[in-house]
């Protein structure tokens, strides 16, 4: 990494220097003009939290009693927590050193915003210890479903996936509560899988989300009898699917009547909306053909 170059940091404390204005508007202020789209890699954040010497400048929003110790960051703008790089290490330990990264955005010694792939991060800069991952969409500041499994936020974005990603994600999803299951019976798709099935409901998109949330929960359905020790575990197997497809079906209703009341009851082209979630139309269309006119409009 060039010694010479010049942080946001840096230049923030030239303009402190020459005006006399406070350094925490005057680091915002350089590293929004710094940041780029430029990509890098976490095993250069990491060489380069290894190699740089600490900052010595005072953190303005912590006392120094209670200040992180930090590193000037060339790749992300200005001072960044030691521990707070190795936490993010951490969350993309299955990724690898390798794992390209960029940096979204930055408020002074408040925040940074990297997105690695399919994922994105706050690191919270007067902390030794914290930081978040945030919806996978760019610029917005929700927390994910969760973490990893279903990185889009309920409010704004989750609803906007293409069936395909949904269907991932609730596979992902199934999978988890599998592992965390007593026994192959026991599994449930559980209040996020409920998440999981509106936004499916909002996209058209059930018949493929509640098949791979299903499967991801208990198992390939035609493997059951193989992987099932006994006739009596694999009935059970079989009663639990049945059950928890009846719930799912009951939720992607409730969720499709709630978006309708929304729309106000009636498709855009002004015909009353009645489609049931299992016809895979959008729950606000009263046909595929008015969902397939409105998304190529």
Same mark, same amino acid.
């Given at each position: *990494? ?22 925490? =508007? ?15 890699? %976490? ?7 290894? /190699? ?9 929003? !912590? ?6 110790? *930090? ?8 001072? !960044? ?10 969350? $993309? ?36 210890? $914290? ?11 929700? %927390? ?15 609803? =906007? ?34 998440? $999981?099935?509106?936004?499916? !409901? ?45 719930? $799912? ?5 409730? =969720? ?16 009353? %909306?009645?489609? =049931? ?9 009263? /046909? ?10």
């Amino acid at each position: *990494m060039p010694r010479n170059h010049s942080t946001a940091a840096q230049r923030a404390r030239e303009v402190q220097r020459a005006t006399g204005t406070k350094y925490t =508007a005057a680091l915002r202020e350089a590293a929004g003009a710094s940041i780029s789209s430029a990509e890098f890699y %976490l095993r250069d954040l990491l060489a380069e939290c290894a /190699s740089s010497p600490d900052w010595s400048g005072d953190h303005p929003e !912590v006392d120094a009693e209670w200040a992180p110790r *930090m590193f000037d960051s060339v790749l992300l703008g200005g001072p !960044v927590p030691h521990s707070v790089v190795l936490l993010l290490a951490g969350e $993309l330990a299955a990724e690898g050193v390798s794992v390209a990264m960029r940096m979204e955005s930055r408020d002074a010694v408040r925040t940074v915003v990297v997105a690695c792939g399919n994922r994105r991060f706050q690191l919270v800069l007067s902390q030794d210890n $914290l930081i978040y991952e945030l919806c996978l969409a760019p610029g917005c500041g929700h %927390l994910p479903v969760e973490a990893s499994l279903i990185p889009c936020c309920e409010i704004a974005h989750l609803g =906007a996936r293409s069936e395909k990603e949904l269907a991932e994600m609730a596979w992902r999803w199934g999978a988890r509560r599998r592992e965390q299951a007593r026994t192959p019976a026991s599994a449930d798709t559980g209040d996020k899988g409920d998440t $999981l099935i509106a936004a499916a !409901v909002a996209q058209g998109a059930f018949s493929a989300v509640i098949e791979q949330l299903l499967e991801g929960c208990f198992g390939d359905p035609d493997l059951i009898d193989e992987v099932c020790l006994t006739a009596e575990g694999a009935m059970e197997v079989r009663h639990a699917i049945d059950h928890e497809r009846l719930l $799912l079906t009951d939720r992607a209703r409730a =969720a499709a009547a709630q978006i309708r009341v929304l729309a106000g009851g009636r498709c855009g082209c002004g015909r009353r %909306l009645f489609l =049931a979630p299992e016809a895979n139309v959008p729950a606000r269309y009263c /046909s595929a053909r008015c969902a397939s006119a409105a998304r190529t409009g």
